[in-house]
C-alpha cells in the first residue's frame, strides 16, 4: 500500500467514488478522514508505532493554537520546537544514538508534514486577519491520503478552498477521463519505466566490480550516471501523476511537482521543473526572507546580485541535506547548493562580459541551449551520487576508476545527453506540430486513449511477467 | 559421464558440449588420452538413474563423472508434469490444467496461463538480460528458489534424503566395480547470476545447496567437486544461459568444460592429478 502499487490505485479509486456520493463539505471531508486514518492504519500494522507521529501532530497543532492568540512572543518558539522534533524523530546521525526512542515506530511521511505544519504557523503568524484552523482541518490538510507518502506539498489555503466548500469544482465524464489516463500514465512510469531503469542502474552498478574490459566497465559508468536521474524521474513524477488524478477525482487539485525537468537549459531552470513544490517552499520560507534580510543590511548596489548568489546556495544547500539523514546528504546539499550558484555567478559574469543583450541573443542559440541542457543533466546525475549511495558505496565506486577515467565518464555523460535531449525536444517540437483542427494528433482524444491503452497493457503484462514488486517510492523514505 | 538435461547438452550442438569439449580439454591437460562416454538421459530423477547404474558400469569406465544440476532434485510430481504432459492426449492435458488451476489462487493461475504465451516468451528474452532483474525474479518464485534459501524447508529435506539413498545406491555399486565416482553440481542460471553479482538478498544463499550435496557425496564415499565458486571469476557468467528456458547455450558448455578440467586435475581426482601436465598448461596456470 505504500507506493504506487495496484492497491494504493484501487483503495484511491473506491474513496473517490465513495466521496463523491454526495457534493456536502462534510461528506467529502469525512470520508477523506476516514480514508485517510485507515491509509495510516494499513501503513503501520500496529498502533502503538503511531504514538510519536501523533504526538508530533499534536505539538504542531498546539504550536499553531499559540500562534493564532499571539504570534510575536511564540512564533519562533513553536517552529524550532518542530524542528528539533522533527529532527530527533527521523534520527539525524549527528545525534548521539543514546537519546532516540528504541522502538519501530513510522516516520513515513513526516518530512512533508512537517512542511505543511511549518507553513501553517508561518502563514499565522503573519497573517493580519487571524482566522482559526480547526483541529478536524488541520488533520485533513496533514494527513490527507493522497498527499501523505511523498507530497506534492500543496498550500492550505489552496486546500482548504477545494476541500470546505459545499460547490466543488466540476468533474465532468472529459475530467474522470483524463484523470484515469494520468494515473495509467503514473502506473506505467513507477511500475514499468522505473522498475526497468532499475534493473538497468543495478546491473551497471554490478558491473562496474566485475571482471570486465575496461571499454566494457566504463559504458557501465556511464550507464549508472545516466539512469539513476530518468530513474529517480519515473519513479516520483509516476506516483505524483497517480496522486495528482486521485486527488482531482476526489475534485480537490494538487500543485503540479514536475514541468520536464530535463528539458531544462541550466542548473536555475531545473530547480524550477524539478519536484517544483518543494523548492516554491524553500523559495518561499528561506529564500526570500534571507535575501530581503540580507538587502536591508547590505545597501551596496555592486553587492546586492552576490546577495542572491548566496541565497541561493543557503536555499539549496537546505533542499540537498533535507533528503537524508546522514553527511553523504551534506555532501549532496554542497553539490545542489553549488551547482544552482554557480550557474547564477555564470549568468552575471556573462551578463556583465557580454551585456544583457548579448546574453539574451546567447540564451537562445540552439548549442548553447543543448549543450547547457546535457551539462545540467550530467551535473544532475552525478550530484546523485551522495543521494542514492552511502559512503561505503560512493568510496568503492569512486575507487573503480581513476580520477581522469571518471572525469571522462562525466564528459562521455554531458555529451550523449546533450545530443539525446536535443533529439528529443527536436522529436517533441515535430510530433506537437502534426496538427488536425482541433489541435495536435498527439495530444488529441484519440490518440491519448490508444496510448493509455498501450500502457495501461503493458504495465498489467509487464507486473505479470517480472513477478517482482516495483521498487519503492525514493521520496517516500524522506 | 551421467546425467540429465544439461549433461546431455540439451538445445546445443553436440560438438559443442561440454562432454565434447570436456576431453580435449583433460587430454591438453594432462596429455592423457582421454575418452568420455556420455550417457546422460534427460528428465530423468537421480532414482532412475542408480536403477540404469549397472549398464554405465559395463562400459569398464576408468571413472565416473556425475555432472547434476538443481532441477534434478525436483519431486517425481514436479517432473511427472512438466515432461509427460505433451505425451498426454488433448483432453488429458486440458483437466491437468483445470486441477493445477483449482489448485492455486486465480491471479496465480492467470499469471502461469499467460507466462506460458509466446509472447511471453518473447519478452522474457529480453527482460532476463538484466542479471538483477533475473535473480529477483526467480527468488520471488517460492518454488524455483527453495533450495537457494539459507534455510532449507521440510520439502528439501525430504528431496535431499531421496537424494541421498539414490547416492548410496550409485555409489555402492561404484565402489563394488572399484571405479572413483566423481560428483559435482553444475551451477543452474540463478545460481551463476547470484554468484557473479557477489551479493543477495538476506535469507538466500547459492552455496548453501552445494554444501548440502558435498556432505551427501563425501558420507557415500564419492568426490565433490566445487565448480560455483570458479564462476565468480568469470565475467558475465549468466550470459551462459539461454534466457528462458534456462539451459546452458554453447558459451555455458564451454565455460563448464574448461572449470571442470581445471576443478579434475587440480587435486580432486588423483588419477587426472598425477598426470604429466604439458609445460604450455603450466605456463598458463602461473
Known sequence: ??????????????????????????????????????????????????????????????????????????????????????????????????????????????????????????????????????????????????????????????????????????????????????????????????????????????????????????????????????????????????????????????????????????????????????????????????????????????????????????????????????????????????????????????????????????????????????????????????????WKQIDKVFNAFSGAQWFGVWLATWLCASIVLAFWEWLRTVLLSIKTVDGPVLTSRYARVVYTSALGLAALVMTILLNQPAPGIVYKAF | MIGTSFTIGMRVPREKTFAALLPLELSRRTGLKVELYNEAMPFKLPDTIASHFNEVLKAKPDMVLWALNLADLQSQRDMGLRVSTSHFKFWERVLLRLRAFSATSLSASISDLFRHTRTATMLFQVLYRSQSGYVKSVLMDTDKAKYLRSEQGAECHNRLNEFNNSVARIATQARDADVPLVVVLLPNHVQSAMVSMGEWPAGFDPYNLDNELRAIISSQGGTYIDMLTDIRSIPNPDLGYFPVEGHPNARGHAIFSKLLAKELTNGAVSALANARKPKSVVGQER
Request: charge should be positive; include cysteine.
Open chain 1, 1 to 390: 500500500m505504500d507506493s504506487a502499487s495496484f492497491q494504493f490505485v484501487t483503495f484511491g479509486l473506491a474513496v473517490a467514488l465513495i466521496s463523491n456520493l454526495s457534493c456536502s463539505r462534510v461528506w467529502r471531508s469525512t470520508v477523506l478522514l476516514l480514508a485517510s486514518a485507515a491509509f495510516l492504519c494499513l501503513l503501520a500494522h500496529n498502533p502503538i508505532a503511531l504514538l510519536p507521529l501523533a504526538v508530533f501532530l499534536l505539538l504542531g497543532y498546539a504550536g499553531l493554537v499559540i500562534v493564532e492568540r499571539a504570534w510575536h512572543t511564540s512564533l519562533a518558539c513553536s517552529v524550532i520546537a518542530i524542528l528539533l522534533s522533527y529532527v530527533y524523530l527521523k534520527k539525524y546521525v549527528f545525534l548521539p544514538e543514546s537519546i532516540f526512542m528504541h522502538f519501530p515506530y513510522f516516520t513515513l511521511g513526516i518530512s512533508y508534514i512537517f512542511f505543511r505544519i511549518l507553513h501553517l504557523l508561518i502563514e499565522s503568524g503573519d497573517s493580519q486577519e487571524k482566522s482559526h484552523i480547526g483541529l478536524g482541518a488541520y488533520l485533513l490538510y496533514t494527513l490527507n491520503f493522497t498527499t501523505f507518502i511523498s507530497g506534492p506539498i500543496q498550500r492550505y489555503d489552496e486546500f482548504a478552498r477545494y476541500q470546505f466548500t459545499n460547490l466543488p469544482i466540476a468533474l465532468g465524464p472529459r475530467v474522470i477521463g483524463m484523470q484515469l489516463e494520468r494515473i495509467v500514465r503514473g502506473f506505467f512510469k513507477v511500475n514499468v519505466l522505473a522498475m526497468l531503469l532499475d534493473l538497468v542502474r543495478e546491473d551497471a552498478l554490478l558491473q562496474l566490480f566485475q571482471p570486465l574490459p575496461l571499454s566494457l566497465r566504463l559504458f557501465s559508468a556511464l550507464r549508472l550516471a545516466a539512469v539513476y536521474p530518468l530513474f529517480l524521474y519515473s519513479n516520483f513524477s509516476g506516483y505524483i501523476d497517480i496522486v495528482i488524478g486521485l486527488a482531482r477525482l476526489m475534485r480537490v487539485p494538487l500543485p503540479e511537482n514536475f514541468d520536464r525537468p530535463f528539458a531544462a537549459s541550466s542548473v536555475l531552470d531545473f530547480w524550477n521543473r524539478w519536484h517544483i513544490t518543494l523548492s516554491s517552499w524553500f523559495k518561499t520560507y528561506v529564500y526570500n526572507p534571507l535575501l530581503l534580510a540580507l538587502m536591508r543590511r547590505i545597501s551596496s548596489l555592486k553587492l546586492q546580485p552576490f546577495l542572491g548568489v548566496l541565497c541561493f546556495f543557503v536555499t539549496f544547500f537546505l533542499v540537498g541535506i533535507w533528503h537524508g539523514r546522514t553527511s553523504a546528504f551534506v555532501i549532496f546539499g554542497l553539490l545542489t547548493g553549488g551547482g544552482i550558484s554557480t550557474n547564477k555567478l555564470w549568468q552575471l559574469g556573462l551578463s556583465h562580459a557580454l551585456g544583457r543583450k548579448g546574453y539574451k541573443v546567447l540564451a537562445r542559440n540552439f548549442f548553447y541551449i543543448a549543450l547547457g541542457r546535457g551539462l545540467t543533466f550530467s551535473w544532475f546525475s552525478f550530484t546523485l551520487f551522495w543521494f542514492w549511495a552511502d
